[in-house]
């Protein structure tokens, strides 16, 4: 039987309207737009305003994403939804999306794996098509991560931001997605967390206790490590090679983190899609947002291959190489 791959057809995304540049933080913490500019590439972010949820950001990018692909939403059997900011604790954000699409019937889910949650959602959605279950599938990823940040706390506010991405995936004969890999090691859970939630209980404290909390430099020194080692994977699992790849799609966390990924991949950094600094860390929406930026500035092209990955809580990391 010939094989189906899963092929981006088109792409979305959305972004909360107010930019907070790093003067802007200025007024909030003891922080500075240089400190900040040299050790994270971060100059502005969006921030959801009040009643702005993940939900609304997710739809957008969503229809976004469905006008590009000229798909109804009634031609969809399958939406996941990465994120780790769900808009209430259930039903699951993808099924509010659903809803607001009028995709109602299809399956729908989020996937929690922090600022891989896009990664993992893409990885799933391709073993639906692969499997043959489904034709037509929403992937997302949102988050309005903003909502778990300690405003008094220098070493975290500055680095994350709010949106969605989103892109829709059409079962096809031609690549298509090659290859996913996606990975965790909950060993690591205590350097990048928010410990609290339903089961363990919230806190006597503002925002019961929710918030991010990191070992940044730890976080940083894991990342580009683990991130080497997952494309080496990922290249192999499809027996390509560094000059195979057209553009690394890489999480915007940090520039000097996706710098050194750059460099494992022997890549000039013209090949690399960067925006970080225009939307910081937005989690599980970073990736689908820069894909987003680069299909739609038409830097991507039809046909070029693409390497996607992302490093979160968890820890979790995951990749997909593609031909767009
Ligand atoms: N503004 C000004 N100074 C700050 C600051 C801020 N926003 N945040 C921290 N500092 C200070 C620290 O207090 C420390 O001061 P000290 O030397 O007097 O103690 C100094 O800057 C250096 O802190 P350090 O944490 O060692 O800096 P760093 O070079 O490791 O950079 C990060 C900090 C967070 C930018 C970096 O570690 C990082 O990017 N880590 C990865 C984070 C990440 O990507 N997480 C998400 C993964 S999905």
Known sequence: MAPIYSRIIATGSALPERAVSNADLEKIVDTSDEWIRTRTGIRQRHIAADGETTGDLAFLAAQRALEAAGVKASELDLIVLGTTTPDIIFPSTACLV???????????FDVNAACS???????IADKFIKSGQSKKVLVIGAETLTRMVDWNERETC????????????????????YATCMHADGGYKELLWNPVGVSVGFR??????????????????????????LVDETLEAVGMHESDID?????????RIIEATAKRLQMPMDRVIVTVDQHANTSSGSVPLA???????GKVQRGQNLLLEAFGGGFTWAS???RY
């Open 117 to 123: 949650g896009f990664m993992y959602a893409l990885g």
């Open 247 to 255: 553009w690394l799609i890489p999480h915007q966390a940090n520039l």
């Open 291 to 297: 894909l987003d930026y680069a299909v739609r500035s």
């Open 98 to 108: 659903q809803q607001r699409l009028g995709a109602n019937g299809c399956a729908a």
């Open 204 to 229: 006597d404290e503002p925002n019961h206790g929710v918030r991010i909390k990191m070992a940044g430099r730890e976080v940083f020194k894991v990342a580009v490590k683990t991130l080497d080692s």
């Open 320 to 322: 997909a190489l593609l």
């Open 158 to 177: 500055v680095l994350f931001g709010d949106g969605a991405g989103a892109v829709v995936l059409e079962a096809s004969g031609e690549p298509g997605i």
